[in-house]
């Protein structure tokens, strides 16, 4: 049989030909992919005719007739007959308010310097290959924020008893979280911290309600109960250190409470910085300002409310339901209308919120609801061992979520977060709406300043801060898929 | 303390006696501040008269009309402009999210460029973008912008003929409803058969003459009752005819073309989430190109299509409420003129959360029922 087959076999290779003009080359490529059938090719050239079309009135009106020099709206006005384009000008003269606001320009170094800060912490931590990634997400998630806060208000806060035993039942709190999540730890100690620790909020509350006679101590203002409030939670942070096992946790435990007494010193310390009150902040450094608070205070909440809505517990479950739909429900101009006019109707007498602070706050719960389902979607995600295998090694509720599930089911929803970020982002520009002056309202502004009324002068602002806003989502979408392709292990399939 | 069970209760017990002491501390501050300002509380308010007017009205209403009335009006409003929206959106998302995958570059990279600048751009920059950079500049009403049709354009908006119906025209409606009962009946037949006896009977030209033929043949022994609206040029302005104010374009167009970068994207991974394995099984059966789209892939891809957009088309219906910035009388709008000259803070957002909420609901209701038709079936 062999024989048969074999009857011509070549001893030697032949020389490989290139591919058939048809199938490679440029004219192959641009066939396949432009000409392939007659209704390709008329669709190819019917959109080819558009594109041109269209390049050549982008450029016509962005470079060809445009005006990139003058001092107000003369240069712009179109001459009887005459077209004229983008207004450049304008975006030229208005730059510094587009970025600055009305931050005093004597002071403005300070926002540029708040603004480089965040460029050097931020861009080593987000590319994977730097080293110290501890150390540089302490600075940008701990220090930077304060650094800001003082270089952007100039500091010198009257920091009173009330907010000083506030922010130490938050270390005191934090100090729990993490001696109770580590993986040895001494139960009763953890229980005796929590009881501390709420037990400062409820002195705390409380001192907000009664009034008593206030003194000073080492320089600060005390209520009695405020004093009280202050010394539970450091007995807290105290039993949250005995709890601990080795030295390192010690350590880490100390960590918060440390931090939080910089805070304070650092906070009522006098820079010598000019006070700058925030309604003269603007352009897109208050853009940025809402949108990373947002994103920071908004991270943890959804966490939580994610947690809530999958508890076995029927309260938490219907209170997180209720919270995350009521939100999602309804529109973020209603919202930020809504702590506009009723957070001060909420308060009592005599306690003021600045209008920054307020559109913050909704910001912050608005995009934590609908953060809070993107997370719920990767919880819902992981399989039912991973919970039971926690739970045979004897982990607790709260160990079981930080090492097992949360590692998995965060990084599931990354590209989830992110759309969420890119999308708070995009909605910071309504905080114009109720009178911030963020980078789309001052654009606003300025084109409807009567130095600069033309025909183009809103368009081109508008394209300007359009790029401005598209850049910065562009880039969040494209970093976000590349740390989806470096986080990928090949469970998907 | 140690059996999970009743520390799961008193942790509950705590919570709840938490917020509910909180909520009745803001209650108690807001009814002090209330009773400082002098502000009654309750929605008596309602029936007092607005005393402003409003640009684009759906329904009668005057200055002379009651808070509740202009309220209602901007509710018609946002329903008009969202549900234009929607209608608008959904047809480009899907022509650009099946160009998205399309073997030709030059219509994929359109798409692509398409998709990526409107998804990274906010909404409302766009709609300022159509209000102020293109609509308030185009030419005055008098010298228009002329289109095919007695159309124009100008920067009061648009100008089109508008039909004007005789009373007698309510034959040729009730015709087409007939029509419309007559094609269902017929298709029900026609698929019974084709269970039945596996050939299908061909019913497009009796359907299309049971929708079509039949109205227009009762028009035409009516007398044709319709007469044509043609707006006229005035000396400043143009009259007559149906009239679209920029406010709405603008919106309408910038919401429209904002959901659809998101729409496309939706019916993008649908198609895509629709496996390889599908149509070829479909073409291994011998069923045409044509067939295989409208029986295997879309039936299939719609599944995935759904639950996506029904959130876009909520997202849109709260986007509406954009419409602020540029003065378009939408519910926001109107519940904040309202809530300045009567200071009712507590009862407009509540009116506004609840309408929102109830036009969400109903929104989500309609797709869902929608979704239960497309699911899968399993066994």
């Known amino acids: 049989m062999s024989e048969h087959v074999s009857a011509y076999v070549s001893q030697r290779e032949l020389p490989r030909l290139p591919a058939p003009r048809s199938e490679a080359g440029l004219i192959a490529t641009l066939r396949k992919n432009l000409f392939a059938t007659p209704y390709d090719s008329v669709v190819t050239i019917v959109l080819g005719i558009f594109v041109v079309w269209l390049a050549w009135n982008l450029i016509e009106w962005g470079i060809l007739t445009a005006v990139f020099t003058g001092a107000n709206r003369e240069a712009c006005v179109p001459a009887e007959g005459q077209v004229i384009g983008a207004c450049w000008a304008f975006v030229n003269a208005k730059m510094g308010q587009f970025i600055y606001g009305l931050y005093p320009v004597a002071e403005r170094w300070r926002i540029d310097l708040v603004h480089l800060l965040l460029v050097v912490f931020a861009v080593p931590l987000a590319i994977p290959s730097v080293p110290w990634k501890r150390l540089n997400a302490l600075l940008l998630f701990a220090v930077y924020p304060i650094v800001a806060l003082v270089l952007m208000t100039g500091g010198d806060f009257g920091i009173g008893g009330g907010w000083i035993s506030f922010l130490f039942a938050i270390a005191a709190f934090v100090a729990i979280a993490v001696a109770g999540t580590s993986l040895q730890v001494s139960e009763r100690y953890v229980r005796i911290a929590t009881w501390l620790a709420t037990a400062a909020i409820i002195v705390l509350f409380a001192s907000n309600i009664v009034r008593s006679e206030s003194f000073r101590v080492l320089g600060f203002e005390f209520t009695a109960l405020s004093l009280v409030s202050t010394l539970l939670a450091f007995g807290s942070v105290a039993a949250s250190v005995a709890a601990s096992v080795t030295n390192n946790q010690r350590l880490k435990v100390l960590v918060a409470p440390v931090v939080m007494l910089a805070v304070i010193l650092f906070l009522s310390a006098d820079f010598g910085l000019r006070e700058v009150p925030t309604h003269l902040w603007g352009g897109l450094s208050l853009t940025l300002v809402v949108a990373i608070t947002g994103i920071a205070a908004s991270l943890p909440l959804g966490i939580l409310l994610a947690l809530g809505r999958r508890s076995h517990l029927p309260a938490i479950k219907l209170l997180s339901i209720i919270f995350i739909e009521f939100w999602r429900g309804v529109p973020l101009i209603t919202v930020l209308f809504m702590s506009a006019f009723m957070i001060p109707l909420l308060l009592p007498d005599g306690v003021t919120f600045n209008n920054l602070l307020r559109a913050l706050i909704g910001v912050a719960l608005f995009s934590a609801a609908y953060l809070a389902e993107v997370i719920r979607g990767g919880l819902q995600a992981i399989q039912k061992g991973q919970f039971e295998g926690a739970q045979a090694l004897g982990l607790s509720y709260w160990q079981m979520m930080r090492f097992i599930i949360m590692p998995q089911a965060l990084k599931l929803v990354i590209p989830g977060i992110v759309n969420s970020f890119i999308s708070m982002f995009k909605d910071t520009s309504l905080v114009y709406i109720i009178g911030l002056a963020d980078l789309l309202g001052t654009v606003r502004r300025g084109f409807a300043d009567p130095a600069w009324i033309t025909p183009s002068t809103a368009a081109t602002g508008l394209v300007f801060a359009g790029f401005v806003y598209w850049v910065f989502c562009f880039g969040m979408s494209r970093y976000s898929q590349f740390i989806e392709r470096r986080l990928e292990t090949g469970h998907r399939r | ?379």
Do not use: C
Request: proline share 5%; net charge positive.
């Open chain 2, 1 to 379: 303390m140690r059996d999970p069970k009743t520390r799961g209760l008193i942790i509950q017990i705590v919570l709840i006696i938490a917020i509910t002491a909180f909520a009745a501390w803001l209650i108690s501050n807001t009814m002090q501040n209330l009773t400082r300002s002098k502000i009654a509380s309750g929605f008596g308010f309602l029936n007092y008269r607005a005393g402003f007017d409003i640009g684009q009205v759906p329904i009668d209403y005057t200055a002379n009309s009651s808070y509740g009335r202009a309220l209602v009006v901007g509710i018609v409003n946002t329903i008009l402009v969202s549900g234009a929206g929607i209608a608008l959106a959904t047809i480009v998302g899907f022509i650009v999210g099946i160009a998205r995958l399309s073997h030709n570059y030059l219509l994929r990279g359109l798409a692509t460029i398409y998709v990526e600048t409107f998804r990274n751009i906010p909404p409302l920059l766009v709609i300022l973008f159509w209000y102020f950079g293109v609509l308030t500049v185009l030419p005055l009403p008098k010298d228009a912008i002329e289109f095919p049709l007695s159309t124009y354009l100008s920067n009061r908006g648009l100008q089109m003929p508008a039909a004007r119906f005789d009373a007698i025209a309510i034959w040729s409606v009730l015709a087409l409803i007939a029509g419309i009962v007559g094609a269902w009946l017929l298709s029900r037949r026609a698929r019974a058969m084709q269970l039945q006896t596996g050939q299908r009977p061909s019913i497009l030209w009796p359907v299309l003459g049971l929708l079509i033929g039949l109205p227009l043949v009762v028009f035409a022994v009516t007398g044709f009752p319709m007469t044509f609206e043609i707006p006229k040029a005035t000396r400043f302005n143009l009259s007559g005819g149906w009239h679209v104010r920029p406010e709405f374009l603008a919106l309408f167009l910038a919401l429209s073309f904002y959901t659809a970068a998101f729409i496309a994207e939706i019916v993008r991974a649908g198609i895509i989430a629709v496996s390889k394995g599908q149509t070829e099984a479909a073409s291994a059966l011998g069923l045409s190109r044509r067939l295989t789209l409208r029986l295997v892939v879309v039936p299939q891809a719609f599944r995935v299509i759904i639950p996506p957009l029904t959130s876009q088309y909520l997202n849109l219906t709260k986007n509406s409420s954009l419409g602020l910035a540029v003065g378009y009388p939408e519910l926001v709008a109107i519940g904040s003129t309202v809530l300045n000259q009567t200071g009712q803070s507590v009862e407009v957002v509540a009116i506004w959360m609840l309408s929102y909420l109830g036009l969400s609901l109903s929104v989500a209701a309609f797709m869902n029922w929608f979704n239960a038709r497309a699911a899968l079936v399993e066994r």
